[in-house]
């Protein structure tokens, strides 16, 4: 007989994630994140990035529940059957990537983003980039509102509302796409190999401000930004079987 994995709840500061988190504890044994098997993450997808940022430190499986809005990270909220659901749930392996960005005065900051790492105009002013790809340049010159690098896990948040591609988790690519291109106007983007690394280099940086920004990270006033996949760090996240990570990026782009 197969042991009953040990659960840690957590809940988004709401009170609904709370209640549920409550309602759950009544029915299963709760135990501290260091010692469980999975952690059950109770919120949006805001708060599965929080859980997913905070693993980093301890590698555990996440099962999510949506008590948010969109949910696309989550599996639906139910008392019943959470054990089995666990035992039967699918593994989608997801892996971060590293920002390294230089301010113009010369401080360095680093982050980590599961989603995307963005750079975004800080003022009315249009952003000037320059873009290298594995210390080759790839554009002298994008004038924008700013850009993104996504990872499959992130191609269906913001990189999507950019118009960027959805990527399936086995592509083992990932999205670079503009926001808001002016020049060259029709540049929709590129796809990388996730072995790849990029350089965006701020043109103009006193006149035309950028802030960079890798999940809860933002560093302003940037003049040189780097990005690369951690391929190390790897986290789990766990799907209802039948609701697979993969069904739901294969359904998003059917979506009308």
């Known amino acids: ?28 044994a709760g135990v501290p994140v260091d010692d469980a098997d999975v952690i059950v993450a ?21 099962f999510g529940m949506n008590m948010g809005s969109v949910g696309f990270l989550m599996n639906d909220f139910e008392e019943d059957g959470l054990v089995e659901r666990i035992a039967q749930a699918s593994p989608t392996v997801v892996h971060p990537l590293a920002m390294r960005a230089v301010t113009v005065t010369g401080e360095e900051r680093a982050g980590l983003a599961i989603n995307e790492v963005s ?7 249009s952003a000037k980039l320059a873009i290298s790809v594995d210390d080759r340049v790839r554009m002298n010159e994008l ?46 983007g590129a796809l990388l190999p996730h072995t790849a690394s990029g350089t965006f280099e701020i043109l103009e940086a006193d006149k035309r401000p950028v802030s960079a920004v890798a999940d809860d990270v933002e560093v302003r006033n940037v003049a040189r930004v780097e990005v690369a996949e951690r391929r190390d760090l790897a986290l789990t996240m766990l799907f209802d079987a039948h609701r697979s990570y993969e069904e739901r990026v294969l359904a998003e782009q059917f979506a009308s």
């Open 42 to 62: 109770l919120g949006g997808d805001g708060f599965m990035l929080e859980t997913l940022h905070a693993a980093l430190q301890v590698r555990k499986p996440i």
């Open 143 to 188: 004038i924008c509102d700013g850009i993104l690098v996504a990872t499959p896990a992130g191609s269906t948040a913001y990189n999507l509302s950019a118009h960027g591609p959805v990527v399936p988790l086995g592509a083992g690519v990932l999205a670079l796409t503009p926001i808001s291109a002016f020049r060259p106007r029709r540049w929709r």
């Open 119 to 125: 750079l975004l105009r800080q003022t009315r002013q």
């Open 1 to 28: 007989m197969t042991a009953q994995p040990r659960l840690a709840l957590v809940a988004a500061d709401r009170p609904d994630a709370v209640a549920a988190r409550r309602a759950l504890e009544q029915r299963y």
